[in-house]
């Protein structure tokens, strides 16, 4: 199900609710724009929680210390910032300019360090370069994964995806829930999100709660360069690992 929602009162856009909306993707998701100066503190008894940054510029200030570097014109530089902690932490986040920044959590029971990751210690790949002609040419950012966060029940990273190119492909599924939010170059530009065998038109701002076990896969209109953060929920002794089933009939693809 793809959803365009509008900003409110706060500032925010919810995306999912564990206890509300979109619940069946086991995340409370929300975007949130701040203004220069405004400052959002975070303290959750029971949830693990990354903050990630969209556009503009923040102070994490975390564990008796800030971290001053996060700075990010637009989502489309390459340029990831973001904190991870776990349940019981207390963390702000100010503003220093305009800024939009995507807060992911789940329930977590376990105590881990607070990481801040930047974009020396991301994991960039190139996909679908050499395959389908550079149709399927993407590139795949992640933040934290079952690798780097074990102890993690999330995983978080982003797309760039190029324009009038397919992502997400070949056509795959997997046991764990997964969700998209969506930003164009232009507000006018505009892709096509794929969940089995719904298709529906994704714009800026938008995003997809993609069920479990669905395939899905995107594809961005030409001219227009898409840019997607994934956010996956590990399941009860199914943790995501890299996790791809590929549809029998486009299998083939994968081996191209």
């Not at 200030?61 to 014109?73: I, L, M, N, P």
């Not at 019981?88 to 105590?111: C, L, M, P």
Request: overall charge negative.
């Amino acid at each position: 199900m793809l959803e365009r929602p509008d900003y409110n009162e706060n500032s925010e856009k919810i995306l999912c609710r564990m206890d509300g909306k979109n619940s069946d993707m086991l995340m409370n998701i929300t975007v949130k724009k701040l203004g220069a100066g405004d400052k959002i503190d975070i303290f959750d008894k029971d949830n693990e929680t990354a903050v990630l940054l969209l556009e503009g510029q923040v102070v994490f200030a975390f564990d008796g210390r800030e971290e001053t570097t996060a700075y990010r014109s637009s989502p489309f530089e390459k340029t990831p910032y973001a904190l991870h902690f776990c349940r019981q932490s207390k963390v702000s986040v100010t503003a220093v300019r305009d800024s939009e920044v995507i807060i992911q959590q789940t329930d977590n029971e376990k105590t881990f360090d607070t990481v801040y990751y930047t974009p020396e210690n991301c994991l960039y790949q190139l996909f679908g370069g050499e395959q389908w002609e550079g149709t399927g040419k993407r590139t795949c950012l992640t933040v934290f994964d079952l690798s780097n966060a074990p102890y993690s029940n999330m995983v978080l990273g982003e797309v760039f995806h190029h324009t009038g190119r397919w992502s997400s492909y070949p056509p795959h599924h997997h046991p764990q829930p997964e969700v998209y939010y969506y930003r164009f170059d232009k507000p006018q530009g505009f892709g096509a999100a794929f969940m089995g065998d719904k298709v529906e038109k994704s714009t800026d701002g938008s995003f997809e709660c993609i069920q479990p076990g669905h395939s899905h896969q995107q594809v961005c209109a030409p001219g227009y360069t898409m840019y997607y953060v994934w956010m996956i929920r590990h399941i009860p002794g199914d943790p995501w690992d890299k996790t791809r089933i590929y549809e029998k009939e486009h299998e083939w693809l994968s081996k191209a």
